[in-house]
DNA sequence: GCAAAAGTGTTTAGCTTACACCCATGA
DNA sequence: TCATGGGTGTAAGCTAAACACTTTTGC
């Protein structure tokens, strides 16, 4: 091979967020407007190129913390303290991604609860929550309709639909809708962070049944509210199960 | 913030590839001899640096072809046509992962059938097919005896790991396992591929009914074949479904 | 005939679904 | 009192697990 690997050409590396939450019953994503050239004006995922010494997963923490203030979860740590889980997605890499350079940039998913407003950081003009469907064109659109003006900046929209599948997907075997849940949280709280991500309806009988049989999954912390309106539910903690076996079954659309 | 974007630092980007199969009912993965320090003389996965115009995927399904020969297939294909799944797995970044330089690895999960003797190509000076368990050390050595000398060079047992844990739980709930087998393959021979990855022993009455009852997941071409002995078993060829639904249960260990 | 692998049938247990029904609160 | 959401009971239907049994080859 004629190809000298001393010679390996230098590349820009940066981490991209996919911070998802709950807001208003409809699944939503942080988008910060572009600044500076090129898609100036533009939403685009917050991001940030990784430093010298940091690692990728520090570098996406990092991001986390200027864009939202929110601090990634310790994965060891037993049960959610108001932290969001991070965990990394996919890397994305085309040469011609980014029109300055070459840039390879490695996604990351977050997951938090419904927060205040965004505060935006670093070279971002402004930031806030999206709804999904409004990012993406209603589900779909990229298959039925192809160009139509792209609302994200770069190939954003195709990484935002990657994490969002991840997402959809990975609430079905694990415990991780109650990354979306605040610390304390009722089985209907729950119940909506499911309805809102998959878009469909359950029922709210079986699903009780099902989350509350399931062992280590939620602990009852004792107390009850009333803030959903109708009779007092209980509240409950993710239990240290993050494991969800037998999976919850996503209804057919 | 005082950090300055435009003075990002420069990586190399290498692809990495976890490379596995099935032999004399064992799962294996592909390793090559490293010619050169760091870690010269020990094993690790293929893999090498991404060139200036090239994508990812095209990085790794060009490691593919120089190191086994095989040809990634295209997943948009209908039907297996003799070559190997390539997806990407994940990317590994420690800032010093590699002592020579700030390198980030996109790792790359490739599963092909069973195939003679695999050639060595670029810088290595072997390769060979290694069982999992001897590369890893019994399924967990790491976390009963954290310091044993590590067989394999770089982070590369932890990549292996990672694609071996998904290659376990993707054949769950897809036809991956199928792309262990040849072209066309018995009911058993897909079961030994299961039983192999998993380490388990599968019921053949169950799993028969289980795979064949699903529809559009195997496909009969009407031949039959006594390569593994007994009565006459009937070929098929992996049928269109990538999703299987209900997934295969993987027993408890 | 005998071993070995391929298939089929049947029973039982567990789980999902659908839905009737009751409970506890605020307005 | 009524609307609203929380929670329990129950019967029908599907699935997987376990295993007895038949089929078809090679030796």
Redesign the pocket.
């Known amino acids: 091979m004629p190809y000298d690997p001393s010679a390996f050409p230098p590349f820009a590396v940066t981490v991209d967020l996919v911070v998802l939450t709950v807001r208003r019953h409809s699944l939503c994503a942080l988008v910060v407007r572009r600044g500076e050239p090129p898609f100036q004006g533009r939403w685009a995922l917050p991001g940030g190129f990784v430093r010298a010494d940091e690692d990728l997963a520090g570098a996406a923490a990092r991001e986390l913390v200027e864009e939202t203030g929110l601090h990634a979860l310790d994965p060891s740590a037993p049960a959610p303290a108001g932290g969001a889980h991070l965990e990394q997605l996919a890397t994305y890499g085309d040469p011609d991604r980014d029109p300055r350079m070459r840039v390879v940039s490695v996604a990351h998913l977050a997951l938090s609860p419904d927060l205040p407003a965004p505060r935006a950081g670093g070279d971002a003009q402004g930031a806030r929550w999206a709804p999904v469907e409004d990012l993406l064109g209603q589900e779909g659109a990229l298959a039925r309709e192809d160009e139509q003006p792209a609302l994200l900046a770069f190939d954003h929209a195709r990484i935002l639909a990657d994490g969002v599948e991840r997402a959809r997907s990975k609430i079905e075997y694990s415990s991780l809708a109650t990354a979306f849940c605040p610390q304390e949280f009722?089985?209907?709280?729950l119940?909506r962070v499911y309805e809102a991500v998959w878009g469909v309806a359950l029922?709210?009988?079986?699903f009780?049944?099902?989350v509350?049989?399931t062992p280590g999954f939620l602990v009852p912390t004792g107390g009850?509210t009333?803030r959903?309106?109708?009779?007092?539910?209980?509240l409950f903690r993710a239990g240290g199960a993050t494991l969800l076996n037998?999976?919850m079954?996503r209804?057919e659309v």
């Not at 009722?186 to 709280?189: A, D, K, L, N, S």
């Not at 029922?203 to 079986?206: I, L």
């Open positions: 009722t089985v209907g709280e119940r029922d709210p009988r079986n009780h049944r099902k509350t049989g009850t009333t959903q309106g109708g009779r007092p539910a209980q037998p999976p079954l209804p």
